[in-house]
């Protein structure tokens, strides 16, 4: 069976200038996670979705993220425009309903110059 | 507030040695507590978790952990440390009836030839 797929791998983008990420989950998984994690530290929640729908979405900086998870399957993060802090790795994480274990994935390094 | 403290940012064994990386968490409820491994360039990876039941648990590769209410830790060990074992490893918690996991700051382990 597949893990969660996450691409790209990595990414370097200047200040100001969009970026996305794209989350495959595992199949069958309902709850879908995107986390934040800066150097040396652990992951932070930025989203969580049960199905299409956003059921956590209170640490996401909703001024310049933006998520969705169309058709409850995949999901994409964007960043519009990206800013020196944004520089971090961005994990997708997925579980069954009742969460209990999450399964990461690999992660995207992003680093804006 | 639900937190996670490692205490430990960066440890050192010879390989073949025991290992004991701490984590202490402060939750309200009843929690559920996971121990994550991040090799460089990974996403993480479940080694083991706490539900209920017997308060030491065992986890894949050797590891296990003991869950000490009193104390409200939930300590990792290993009797014999191999230099696969160098990784980044972070502590969590989630309430019994939350997704929301609440990670550690991370221990980095550093084996000795």
């Known amino acids: 069976e597949a893990g969660v797929v996450q691409s790209p791998r990595y990414k370097i983008i200047e200040k100001k200038q969009p970026v996305a990420f794209w989350c495959n989950p595992i199949s069958g998984h309902n709850t879908l996670y995107w986390y934040r994690q800066n150097l040396g530290q652990g992951p932070e929640l930025l989203i969580r979705y049960e199905n299409e729908e956003a059921v956590d979405d209170s640490q996401l900086p909703k001024d310049r993220f933006s998520a969705e998870r169309l058709k409850g399957v995949d999901s994409t993060l964007k960043i519009q425009p990206a800013e020196l802090g944004d520089s971090a790795v961005y994990l997708c994480?997925?579980?069954?309903?009742?969460?209990?274990?999450?399964?990461f994935g690999p992660g995207t390094r992003l680093t804006v110059t | 507030a639900q937190s996670v403290t490692q205490p430990d940012i960066h440890i050192t064994v010879s390989e073949g040695a025991s290992l004991e990386l701490r984590c202490n968490y402060s939750?309200?409820?009843?929690?559920?507590l996971f121990w994550y491994v991040q090799s460089p360039g990974q996403g993480l990876q479940l080694l083991l978790k706490y539900f209920s039941g017997d308060t030491l648990v065992q986890g894949i590769k050797g590891f296990e952990a003991e869950f000490k209410r009193s104390q409200s830790s939930f300590n990792l060990r290993k009797p014999s440390v191999h230099w696969s074992d160098a990784a980044e490893y972070f502590c969590?918690?989630?309430?019994?009836?939350?997704?929301?996991?609440?990670f550690g700051s991370g221990t980095r382990l550093s084996i000795r030839p």
């Open positions: 994480a997925s579980s069954n309903r009742d969460g209990a274990e999450q399964y």
């Open positions: 969590a918690v989630r309430g019994s009836s939350a997704s929301k996991i609440i």
């Open positions: 939750y309200g409820a009843t929690p559920y």
